[in-house]
């Protein structure tokens, strides 16, 4: 068993892991593999103790004003450094907006690039929360196939050329090209390639949710950001520190052209709130200038890996899933005659909570959504070995019709 104060510091422990506190909290005796974010014992409580004094010590009094508009020259410059250091064509600060985080962006893009009635291209299946953002502006979903490789480029052609043709504009494509929410799923370069030109040929802008891309977890070739691919033209990518850090920070970075960068720092809520969670964004570039955020993923990576290895050990053999190389999550699809419901049920009788496919979009197949990143890897074992057997055990008999 991990000792939480060996792992994430002596002041991380549990105790205000509360309903008032914390968004949501499993019910007791139930392991949840619901939560797509992490541990409280991998949250790093007194390293960012540590970044916040020093940067009210290194800033002193500028760290409590109002912030530069478009986010603390510092975190853009080592944002760019990283981006620019990943692939793709070089990245400036000019390049960086500060955001409080993923959420936040996509409602910033939501409002100031698109009308309500106007349509989001996205995949079947994505980011659910992400999805509720447009509809909530008024938009409308219009999903595109995925084959193994991704979204299908094919389709995404034909989809402009639809709604174009019934005159309905586009605002943007979004996509989750790394490690996929929920399917786990890393679009190769070659395919990133192809829905690049196709979206250049179409004129639609894609903004690309990064919200996994630092956690590859195996010795994989990462591929560029579609960004840094389109040398930050026609792609907005969004990173947090959410996955990384704590999603207690509410903070994150939009990469873009510059004239959008700019467009967007002067919206009325930068303008007036001066660049977004600016003190936090002074801590984590204490932690990055320091060199405590790689030491940071290094670390968070090998906890990850020991995870997601539990849960699939857990699971055994003979399950439609392919285990991903990064991110948070196992996208399992049940066997033939299945349904979803069955298989949340059968979970929930076992004493685990699992997320629903359809939650996510309409998958091909019904699947549940494993996350691997919220447990301990001795608790993601037994609810492994526990789902596998309430998997494979006949369904109990309807009440009514037993005898
Ligand atoms: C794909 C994706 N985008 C965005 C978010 C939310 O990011 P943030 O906490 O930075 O708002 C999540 C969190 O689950 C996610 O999975």
């Not at 792609?235 to 850090?245: E, N, S």
């Not at 691997?372 to 006949?394: C, Q, T, V």
Request: proline share 8%; glycine share 14%; net charge negative.
């Amino acid at each position: 068993m991990e000792d939480p104060g060996e792992v994430a510091g002596p002041r991380s422990h549990r105790r205000q892991w509360l309903p008032g506190i914390v968004q949501a909290v499993a019910p007791d005796g139930i392991t949840d593999l619901g939560p797509g974010y992490l541990d409280p014992d991998l949250l790093p409580v007194d390293l960012l103790g540590d970044a916040y004094a020093e940067a009210l010590s290194r800033y002193g009094s500028a760290a409590l004003s109002y912030g530069e508009n478009q986010g603390v020259a510092p975190l853009r410059e080592a944002l760019a450094e990283r981006a620019t250091a990943t692939g793709g064509q070089p990245c400036g600060p000019e390049n960086v907006l500060v955001t409080a985080g993923t959420s936040h962006a996509l409602h910033l893009l939501a409002t100031m690039l698109a009308e309500p009635g106007d349509v989001v291209l996205c995949e079947p299946t994505g980011y659910d929360f992400g999805k509720q953002i447009f509809t909530d502006r008024g938009l409308t979903l219009s999903p595109v196939a995925v084959d193994g490789s991704g979204p299908d480029p094919q389709a995404l052609a034909d989809a402009a050329r639809a709604h174009r043709a019934g005159g309905r504009r586009v605002a943007f494509v979004y996509l989750i090209p790394t490690f996929h929410n929920p399917t786990g799923l890393l679009v190769g370069e070659a395919r990133r390639r192809e829905i690049l030109a196709v979206a250049r040929d179409h004129d639609l802008l894609i903004v690309e949710d990064d919200a996994y891309g630092e956690l590859w977890l195996d010795p994989v070739e990462m591929p560029p950001a579609l960004a840094g691919l389109a040398g930050y033209r026609g792609v907005v990518r969004l990173c947090t520190f959410a996955k990384t850090l704590g999603p207690g920070l509410r903070l994150g970075s939009m990469l873009a052209g510059p004239e959008l960068i700019a467009r967007i720092a002067g919206s009325g809520v930068l303008s007036s709130g001066g660049g977004l969670n600016h003190l936090a964004s002074l801590a984590v570039t204490a932690l990055m200038e320091g060199g405590g955020y790689d030491a940071r993923l290094r670390w968070l990576r090998k906890r990850l890996v020991a995870r997601r290895d539990a849960l699939v050990a857990g699971l055994g053999p003979g399950r439609d899933l392919q285990v991903p190389h990064g991110g948070f999550f196992l996208w399992l699809r049940g066997a033939p005659g299945t349904t979803e419901e069955d298989m949340v049920a059968a979970a929930g009788r076992a004493g685990v909570q699992v997320a629903g496919g359809s939650r996510f979009g309409l998958p091909d197949r019904p699947s549940v959504r494993l996350s691997y990143s919220f447990n301990s890897p001795e608790d993601l074992a037994l609810a492994g070995r526990r789902l596998a057997r309430a998997w494979s055990a006949p369904a109990p008999l309807d009440p009514v019709t037993a005898h």
